[in-house]
Nanobody, 114 residues
Framework: QVQLVESGGGLVQPGGSLRLSCAAS????????MGWYRQPPGKQRELVAL???????NYSDSVKGRFTISRDNAKNTVYLQMNSLEPEDTAVYYC????????WGQGTQVTVSS
């Protein structure tokens, strides 16, 4: 059974930082492309960042230079370091694993507000 468990969300002031974690089980993690997506209130889910098994990384234009995705294959965990957070970053953040099929976590809420 595949499980992706996100943690690290919360309320933060504009300009602040958060680090999201996603612990995976039930997949061969080192072979998976791991990603972070988000769904702002009233909007569709969108890609934030991807990291492939080989370590190639892609970011959406809206987070380049502020967010950093990384993975620890020994811990079966992917991270998203979010700096210089803006109110527009408010969303539910979802972890995704792609190993031929897509698997999703349940999401963690990030709210950026003063």
């Amino acid at each position: 059974q595949v499980q992706l468990v996100e943690s690290g969300g919360g309320l933060v002031q504009p300009g602040g930082s958060l680090r999201l974690s996603c612990a995976a089980s039930g997949i061969i993690f080192r072979l998976a492309t791991m990603g972070w997506y988000r769904q702002p209130p009233g909007k569709q889910r969108e890609l934030v960042a991807l990291i492939t098994a080989g370590g190639n990384i892609n970011y959406s234009d809206s987070v380049k230079g502020r967010f950093t995705i990384s993975r620890d294959n020994a811990k079966n965990t992917v991270y998203l370091q979010m700096n210089s957070l803006e109110p527009e970053d408010t969303a539910v953040y979802y972890c995704n694993a792609n190993v031929a099929w897509d698997f999703w976590g349940q999401g963690t809420q990030v709210t950026v507000s003063s």
